[in-house]
């Protein structure tokens, strides 16, 4: 990832992003309990560096074509199996050449672990998905790149389990109570471990984002079936939350886009309440989301960084990007080095972020009265009348975001020329 600036690209983001703010669709949202809050588990020894079951296969060199990649990816995907088996798995490959290895071809794959409703049509679910990329660089040899992404890939294996069973008990109480899923429980979450995010030589439109790229492109070209709510598999992604970088004490993370500020705003206000209840165990006392108290309108549209967000946000999905990044300061201070391993990870910090990404899941998926809580394993609770959905929307926001989904509403309509040009001019060069 790479700062980006504004100039012709910009203006076509801005553009971009001034379409979504009419067109996006409602979104609710569903707060945990306290007692919800303080039941969510820790990883504890499963986050070790040492012999960790979900953290330490990762602290690892994963330069794609390697034996450490394959052994990364074989880890992840026995683990959902094992684990998660209620979701699905599924890979989507390409390959492509490198400015460092001639005519070879180098291969990248892309996993997703997705669950979804039960009898739902494929089209018809919208996804919250999670994102981070496993890939390492090539330089400096050895680099294993902890929280360039090992450690955010762990947070997203841990989130999947603490909601497992969760979606499960909810979706069986729906059915139970005769709910027809296809109308009231048409939401699904999918997590996306991404490949071949760094670059190779030097970061370039071509070499960087090489998963990132091909699986924009394939699902924005995969259609569903007709008459599905959603025409293509990029449609359906109701949010796109990218975490990288993380892992590191005191993180700093801006709102870069106005059309997903009031989801980064409930990323905060999570934070905030899971401090309170005694849930983050990280020294620092400040907050790490420092946007909470701007409004939609005093983010600005045009910031932003280079990153595995980008294909998809230039198509016109909605994104959350959570990135460690501090103006005039820059990424944390083992970005791109040698030093960026295990040792040099804050244990509590990445436990609190597990923590967090498990619980915004959770309150997404709108788990409460079906995850653990504090004075109970667990329990159920007949599924909310939808007047006690709870909209997240701050007055300065456009009243156009409690619109229906729809085809139409998922992407702008320019043609894929418009956009490409721009897409290797948001790169600086800071090697």
């Not at 909209?391 to 456009?398: A, C, F, G, N, W």
Request: charged share 25%; with cysteine.
């Amino acid at each position: 990832m790479f700062p980006a600036f504004s100039g012709l690209c910009g203006h076509f983001l801005a553009l971009c992003l001034g379409l979504s703010l009419v067109l996006t669709p409602i979104q609710a949202y569903q707060q945990l309990s306290d007692d919800t809050l303080r039941a969510l588990s820790r990883p504890g020894d499963e986050f070790d560096i040492h012999n960790g079951a979900v953290l330490s296969p990762f602290l690892q060199p994963r330069v794609p074509g390697t034996s450490g990649h394959a052994a990364v990816l074989e880890h992840m995907v026995k683990y959902v199996q094992t684990t998660l088996p209620k979701w699905e798995i599924a890979f989507q490959n390409s390959t492509s050449k490198t400015p460092v290895t001639g005519n070879k071809d180098i291969p990248f794959v892309n996993l997703i672990a997705r669950r979804d409703p039960p009898g739902v049509p494929v089209g018809d679910i919208a996804r919250l998905t999670l994102v981070a990329h496993y890939d390492s660089k090539l330089e400096p040899e050895g680099f294993i790149g902890a929280i360039d992404s090992a450690a955010p890939c762990a947070m997203l294996l841990h989130a999947m389990r603490n909601i497992d069973e969760a979606l499960t008990q909810k979706w069986a109480t729906a059915e139970e109570h005769g709910i027809d899923m296809t109308l009231e429980e048409t939401r699904g979450i999918q997590i996306i471990f991404l490949d071949g995010e760094e670059a190779f030589q030097h970061w370039t439109a071509t070499d960087s984002l090489y998963g990132a790229r091909s699986l924009a492109e394939s699902w924005d070209s995969t259609i569903n079936p007709a008459m599905s709510t959603f025409k293509t598999e990029l449609a359906s992604i109701e949010m796109f939350v990218l975490l990288d970088l993380l892992g590191s004490k005191d993180p700093y993370i801006q709102s870069f886009y106005p059309t997903t500020h009031w989801a980064y705003r409930n990323l905060g206000d999570l934070e905030r309440r899971l401090r309170a209840v005694g849930q983050f165990k990280s020294s620092g006392a400040d907050p790490w989301f420092v946007d909470t108290l701007k409004t939609s309108r005093e983010v600005e549209p045009l910031g932003g960084l280079q990153d595995d967000h980008i294909p998809f946000l230039v198509r016109g999905v909605d994104v959350v990007h959570v990135i460690d990044f501090t103006p005039h300061k820059g990424f944390p201070s083992v970005w791109h080095t040698i030093e960026d391993d295990g040792e040099h990870l804050d244990m509590p910090t990445v436990e609190d972020w597990s923590v967090l990404v498990a619980g915004f899941a959770a309150e997404w998926m709108e788990l409460e009265g079906h995850m653990p809580t504090a004075d109970a394993p667990g329990r159920e609770t007949p599924p909310r009348d939808q007047k006690s959905r709870k909209i997240t929307r701050t007055p300065d926001e456009p009243k156009s975001w409690r619109r229906k989904p729809s085809v139409s509403t998922r992407r702008p309509s320019f043609p894929d020329t418009s956009w490409r040009p721009c897409f290797g001019a948001l790169r600086v060069d800071n090697d």
